[in-house]
């Protein structure tokens, strides 16, 4: 069955940086694009960034571009997201979520990983 | 950038209806989505392509599109219906998703 398992958030100071990992597996990983979705505590879904089947292409939310950037290892089924100079409203859970091939809604979830950004 | 408009909150005893509403520009253009989410999981696709049913979705979930709004309707709504409900789509202009506002269904 397929599963996506996200680790590497924390508790980090603002300005820091922090990279997390989603590790795919129960499907050919290389054959989808993959996205990180973020929801800040008692809020709405924000989509930030989706990268395609063989990295070619990548796409940011306005909120995040220039300070996150998506990667992805298809050997190690792996997808990735470098946080850089974090900010408070960074604040959320963070999912990675693997987009349906046919059609451009996500069709699977992590169980998503939560990043606080605090002095 | 595209903005997706749901109603906050709808309220719903149990065996009735719920509708609610997904509002865009154009949305009877793009292809919609919905999302259930409960406390503290994942979201779950409940409708993807304005009104296809996913494996394991019951037939009481549906949806529907008109020239400016997506419906989710819930008809015999259970207690196990309470839940977060977020519309997406794909903007083909920015090349970015876009998730509306969320409504939070309660069943009294």
């Known amino acids: 069955q397929v599963q996506l398992v996200e680790s590497g958030g924390g508790l980090v100071k603002p300005g820091g940086s922090l990279r997390l990992s989603c590790v795919a597996s129960?499907?050919?990983?290389?054959?989808?694009?993959m996205n990180w979705i973020r929801q800040a505590p008692g809020k709405g879904l924000e989509w930030i960034s989706y990268i395609s089947s063989t990295g070619s292409r990548i796409q940011y939310a306005d909120s995040v571009k220039g300070r996150f950037t998506i990667s992805r290892d298809n050997a190690k089924n792996s997808l990735y997201l470098q946080l850089n100079s974090l900010r408070a409203e960074d604040t959320a859970v963070y999912y990675c979520a693997r987009r349906d091939m046919g059609y451009y809604y996500f069709d699977f979830w992590g169980q998503g990983t939560l990043v606080t950004v605090s002095s | 950038s595209y903005v997706l408009t749901q109603p906050p909150s709808v309220s719903v005893a149990p065996g009735q209806t719920a509708r609610f509403t997904c509002g865009g520009n154009?949305?009877?253009?793009?292809?919609v989505h919905w999302f259930q989410q409960k406390p503290g999981q994942a979201p779950v696709v409940v409708v993807y392509d304005d009104s296809g049913r996913p494996a394991g979705i019951p037939e009481r979930i549906s949806g529907s599109k008109s020239v400016n709004t997506a419906t989710l309707t819930i008809t015999r709504v259970e207690a196990g219906d309470e839940a977060d409900y977020y519309c997406q789509v794909w903007d083909s202009r920015s090349d970015h998703y876009v998730f509306g506002t969320g409504t939070k269904v309660t069943v009294l």
């Open positions: 129960g499907f050919t990983f290389n054959d989808f694009y």
């Open positions: 154009n949305i009877g253009s793009q292809s």
